[in-house]
């Protein structure tokens, strides 16, 4: 996907892009692919690859859910960004908080944030099972998302202690999502979760399939969720 064909692409889902916009995606391919030789960020770093792969594919999410409010993003485990710097280039009256646990890959987010001229977005080092226990974030945010993460019933306490009830949990997936749903179905009912709707669709050009589900917080996730680190990759609620 060349910079005209995801320009083209967006603003046929309604996404129009200014040409500041458009400068940040170019300093992000840019940073991304400079920072990349010194560090493991991604495996893709060709150009038309990034935009579609990375950018494009983060962007998706807002042709199924309305990102043209403000509201508070937490992005578990972004790695090098995904999705919710794209989203917040798209959508900069978002705030966004991301968590990872390397600390090499938060550097890269910081420079990158300042590079890139982003206000209103907080990088924190930690794993999502402490993150998810502290009161500062637990039951914060008006939105969480994750892309390419761990499957469903992992993911799922990563990410629903984090939303208020009331918020909504964003789950970015691949082929696999109706298999993962149905053995994570115990897990977004346990920790405050209900399905509110999947979307199926392919992704343009290299049509390769990809899911969004949104789960709706109901209600408070029980106090002993999320287990300590380690815990829930281990032994999922399933």
């Known amino acids: 996907m060349n910079i005209g064909q995801f320009k083209e692409s967006l603003q046929e889902k309604g996404i129009t892009l200014t040409d500041r916009q458009?400068?940040?995606?170019?300093?992000?391919?840019?940073?991304?692919?400079?920072?990349?030789?010194?560090?493991?960020?991604?495996?893709?770093?060709?150009?038309?690859?990034?935009?579609?792969?990375?950018?494009?594919?983060?962007?998706?999410?807002?042709?199924?859910?309305?990102?043209?409010?403000?509201f508070h993003l937490c992005d578990v485990g972004a790695g090098a960004g995904f999705p919710s710097i794209p989203l917040k280039i798209a959508f900069p009256q978002i705030e966004v908080t991301i968590v990872d646990s390397l600390n090499k890959r938060i550097s890269f987010l910081n420079h990158l944030a300042n590079v890139l001229g982003l206000?209103?977005?907080?990088?924190?080092?930690?794993?999502?099972?402490?993150?998810?226990?502290?009161?500062?974030?637990?039951?914060n945010f008006d939105v969480v998302t994750a892309r390419a993460v761990a499957?469903?019933?992992?993911?799922?306490?990563?990410?629903?202690?984090?939303?208020?009830?009331?918020?909504?949990?964003?789950?970015?997936?691949?082929?696999?999502?109706?298999?993962?749903?149905?053995?994570?179905?115990?897990?977004?009912?346990?920790?405050?979760?209900?399905?509110?709707?999947?979307?199926?669709?392919?992704?343009?050009?290299e049509e390769?399939?990809?899911?969004?589900?949104?789960?709706?917080?109901?209600?408070?996730?029980p106090k002993k969720y999320p287990r300590k680190p380690g815990t829930p990759s281990k032994a999922p609620i399933e």
């Not at 930690?126 to 500062?136: L, M, S, Y």
């Open 22 to 70: 458009l400068d940040q995606f170019e300093k992000y391919y840019e940073t991304l692919v400079e920072w990349n030789e010194k560090m493991n960020l991604t495996a893709i770093t060709d150009k038309e690859d990034v935009y579609l792969k990375h950018f494009y594919d983060s962007i998706t999410s807002s042709f199924y859910f309305d990102f043209s409010k403000s």
């Open 151 to 205: 499957r469903m019933s992992v993911l799922s306490e990563f990410c629903l202690p984090l939303v208020k009830v009331g918020g909504s949990f964003i789950a970015m997936k691949a082929a696999s999502a109706k298999d993962e749903l149905e053995v994570g179905q115990k897990a977004i009912t346990t920790l405050g979760g209900k399905l509110e709707k999947m979307f199926t669709f392919t992704l343009p050009l």
């Open 208 to 221: 390769s399939e990809r899911s969004i589900l949104i789960i709706k917080k109901e209600k408070q996730t």
């Open 119 to 139: 206000e209103n977005v907080h990088f924190v080092h930690d794993r999502a099972e402490t993150f998810g226990v502290n009161p500062e974030y637990r039951e």
